[in-house]
T-cell receptor, first 113, second 114 residues
Framework: QQQVKQSPQSLIVQKGGISIINCAYE??????FPWYQQFPGKGPALLIA?????SEKKEGRFTISFNKSAKQFSLHIMDSQPGDSATYFC????????????FGKGTLLTVNP | NAGVMQNPRHLVRRRGQEARLRCSPM?????VYWYRQLPEEGLKFMVY????????ESGMPKERFSAEFPKEGPSILRIQQVVRGDSAAYFC????????????FGPGTRLLVL
């Protein structure tokens, strides 16, 4: 069964610190790896995404690192801010079925002031 | 441009009743996706629809669940004879021209079955 395993379940970081969330997958057919941010009472919003032809993608304070051989990818949030406090989901999908996202269980990030 | 809208935001049903969840995609979007989020779980794909067509319902339970996206009006996810295990957040997402594009999620409907 297609699975995406996400860790940690929760994370507490001080303001200005680096938040790191990791995901591992099993299905080598996955070729699209987005990260979603979800605030309480809201739907998930696409944050950043990567395809396996690159090992890293950066957008502002958010960076995805991708290790194809290890079947792992991670989200790094630099200079974490209290406004970043949210639940973060990694996801993956297969070429030709990119609409069918398989999500990790989520990481609740708390950034203390 | 209004985002994806879902209603109701909260729905309480007793076991055996029917639940109807509505989703209005973003303006100009013709692809709709439904996901279910159980407590402390990630979202799980249920069904993908285009106007008047079900494209992929591989994630939807075979019994009691159905979905439609009529030519006019919102997409509807219908759950008949609800059970307590149906209690979850149901999210709708939409994309514009194809399933390859970014999905924009609505705020979800929280269903509680008593």
């Amino acid at each position: 069964q297609q699975q995406v395993k996400q860790s940690p379940q929760s994370l507490i970081v001080q303001k200005g610190g680096i938040s790191i969330i990791n995901c591992a997958y099993e299905n080598t057919a996955f070729d699209y790896f987005p990260w979603y941010q979800q605030f309480p009472g809201k739907g998930p919003a696409l944050l950043i995404a990567i395809r396996p032809d690159v090992s890293e993608k950066k957008e502002g304070r958010f960076t995805i690192s991708f290790n194809k051989s290890a079947k792992q990818f991670s989200l790094h949030i630099m200079d974490s801010q209290p406004g970043d406090s949210a639940t973060y989901f990694c996801a993956a999908s297969i070429q030709g079925s990119n609409y069918k996202l398989t999500f990790g269980k989520g990481t609740l990030l708390t950034v203390n002031p | 441009n209004a985002g994806v809208m879902q209603n109701p935001r909260h729905l309480v049903r007793r076991r055996g009743q029917e639940a109807r969840l509505r989703c209005s995609p973003m303006k100009g979007h013709s692809h709709v996706y439904w996901y279910r989020q159980l407590p402390e779980e990630g979202l799980k794909f249920m069904v993908y629809l285009q106007k008047e067509n079900i494209i992929d319902e591989s994630g939807m339970p075979k019994e009691r669940f159905s979905a439609e996206f009529p030519k006019e009006g919102p997409s509807i996810l219908r759950i008949q004879q609800v059970v307590r295990g149906d209690s979850a957040a149901y999210f709708c997402a939409s994309s514009q021209r194809s399933a390859m594009e970014t999905q924009y999620f609505g705020p979800g409907t929280r269903l509680l079955v008593l």
